[in-house]
Nanobody, 123 residues
């Protein structure tokens, strides 16, 4: 069983930055692919970004490409999401998730989910 705890959300003005963290329990973190998803008001949960267990090829949705960066520190069992140039449409609950399988780019690929952290972009 894996427990994921997100932190770092909050209120930020448009154009600002936030860094989200997701701390994972367990010793197998380095073998999990990790992803960030978000769910805005009245919207379905959507893929934001993902990183494989090796820290190699990363994927981003078109809406965040060039503004968000995912990274991981396997020694700290933590994955990060650096969000820059934030826009009001980035307002959502952000979730981190862990995939124990081969794939890691869609919601259905993920086995474990955190509780989410609220990000609000508003002036």
């Amino acid at each position: 069983q894996v427990q994921l705890v997100e932190s770092g959300g909050g209120l930020v003005q448009p154009g600002g930055s936030l860094r989200l963290s997701c701390a994972a329990s367990g010793r197998a973190f380095s073998s999990y692919h990790m992803g960030w998803f978000r769910q805005g008001p009245g919207k379905e949960r959507e893929f934001v970004t993902a990183i494989p267990w090796s820290g190699g090829r990363t994927y981003y949705s078109d809406s965040v490409k060039g503004r968000f960066t995912i990274s991981r520190d396997n020694a700290k069992n933590t994955v990060y999401l650096q969000m820059n140039s934030l826009k009001p449409e980035d307002t959502a609950v952000y979730y981190c998730a862990a995939s124990v399988g081969f794939y890691y780019t869609t919601t259905n690929d993920y086995n474990y989910w955190g509780q989410g952290t609220q990000v609000t972009v508003s002036s």
